[in-house]
């Protein structure tokens, strides 16, 4: 069972054991956008400019949460919203996730 950062859900996938990119600094923003490539993430929510196919764009979902609420839809998307169809994120690595979360936070 993996444990979203500080919303503390416990979530039924297992974390993955390696880091996705070892090679780069936790505290280095490239791997964060290096984990929103890898993920997908721009392939439902658009480049930041241009709009998604999928998602509402990133930039404008993100300046609605907080850290915490970002945390909660990476890990349990349908909690916040019943009928989404993003996908859970929880199998990420704690370092990664942490990466993932601090990038997309300074995206705002």
Known sequence: MAICISSMLQVPSPALSWSLFPEIPADNPARGDKLVERLGCRACHGSGVEH?????????ALSRLTPGELEIQLCTPRQRHPASRM?????VRAEDFTALVEYL????
Request: hydrophobic share 50%; glycine share 12%.
């Open 87 to 91: 996908p859970s994120f929880a199998f």
């Open 52 to 60: 998604g196919h999928a998602g509402p764009e990133l930039v404008a």
């Open 105 to 108: 936070m300074n995206l705002k």
